[in-house]
């Protein structure tokens, strides 16, 4: 079955190929720390399609609905913290699936609150639920245990 959402170079690729692998899912990852993103990158990049941003508005303005399948999404950033950049994305696409990645002891309480009131007022689709926290720092089994259990992979 073909993904009108791939990529051309996907789709060169995979089409010179007697076996054809699955498409990889498509993972936005929003992150000003260069030391997160040069991890998560080297963990990831064989797994997974990855988009890499440190600029969260930068990310906000080319983000494409329905075009990925994860966002991975740091919590304290310039400009947009990752609970604006979640309810932004989340008014435009509801689908979207969060990880929150956050060094913060009360945050994912706090923004789970925030994220619960909010839901009351708007409709969430039950598959895709609340974003789920991951605690930095976190070791390369524990962010893949987390994506694969979110993607239901």
Known sequence: MSNPTQSQSETTSHSNRQN???IKKRILLV??????VEAVKATLSGRY??????????????????FYDLILLDYKMPMING?????????????????LMTAYEVFPSMVADLIHRQSQNT???TDVGKPIFLRKPFDTAT???????ILKE
């Open 123 to 125: 409709i969430i689709p």
């Open 83 to 99: 609970y604006e950049f979640y309810q932004k994305v989340r008014a435009m696409d509801s689908r979207i699936k969060f990880c």
């Open 49 to 66: 399609w990855l988009d890499v941003y440190g600029n969260p508005a930068q990310a906000l303005s080319n983000y494409r609905i329905g």
């Open 143 to 149: 962010l893949i245990a987390t994506i694969s259990s």
């Open 20 to 22: 054809v692998s699955p």
């Open 31 to 36: 992150d000003d720390e260069r030391d997160i």
